[in-house]
Structure formats: C-alpha cells, structure tokens
C-alpha cells in the first residue's frame, strides 16, 4: 500500500511563501511522475504541478514563476515551493503520485496525499 504524507500547508500573509512536501516512508520510493492538485471552496479541482520522467516539471499559467516543484536527493519527497502568494492560491492541495519505482518494480497508480490547506490572506 502506497501511503503518502503531505506537510506544509498554513496561514501566510499575500506575498509570503511557503513549501508544500508530500513524502513516501521508504527511501527506496523513487517518485518518478506526480501532479500537485489544488481545489478551493466551490471551485473545480486544478493541476498546479507536474512532474514526469523524474525530471520534467510543468506549471500552470496562474502559479508560472511563483511556484516551483522539485524532489530530495532521495526521490522519496516531493516538493512545491510557493512564493508570491496570492489570496487566490487559497484552497487544499493535494499531491498525486501516478508512478514510482520501488525496490527496482515500477508501480503505476493514483496515490493521493491526504491533502493541506493554504490559506493566502491579510
């Protein structure tokens, strides 16, 4: 069973930033292709983040040079750096991890994290 633990969310004043992790136990969890979602009250769910083939990140235009997705050396982690908050980027956050390489067996799947609230406001 593939558990991932997501950290980070919280209250920050517009303009501040803050860093999302969403992480796996094991090191040996080499988290190869993942999204970050996010869904505010009323609204739909957005891709805000992704990454494919390990290496590979793409944005979308709302959070384009504000927010940076990223891994630790072990792979195990995946972060999103958000600066220049807004009050629009309020919503939870959730990461989806849709492939992983585990102890050399790739695991293809729909992994969520539990999901963290963001709450940009003065």
């Known amino acids: 069973q593939v558990q991932l633990v997501e950290t980070g969310g919280g209250l920050v004043q517009p303009g501040g930033s803050l860093r999302l992790s969403c992480a796996h136990s094991?090191?040996?969890?080499?988290?190869?292709?993942m999204h970050w979602y996010r869904q505010a009250p009323g609204k739909q769910r957005e891709v805000v983040a992704t990454?494919?083939?390990?290496?590979?990140?793409t944005y979308a235009d709302s959070v384009k040079g504000r927010f940076t997705l990223s891994r630790n050396d072990a792979k195990n982690t995946v972060y999103l750096q958000m600066n220049m908050l807004k009050p629009d980027d309020t919503a939870v956050y959730y990461c989806?991890?849709?492939?992983?390489?585990?102890?050399?067996?790739?695991?293809?799947?729909?992994?969520w994290g539990q999901g963290t609230q963001v709450t940009v406001s003065s």
């Open positions: 989806d991890v849709r492939l992983a390489i585990f102890n050399g067996r790739m695991i293809a799947g729909d992994y």
């Open positions: 094991e090191n040996a969890f080499d988290i190869n292709a």
């Open positions: 990454l494919t083939n390990g290496d590979t990140t």
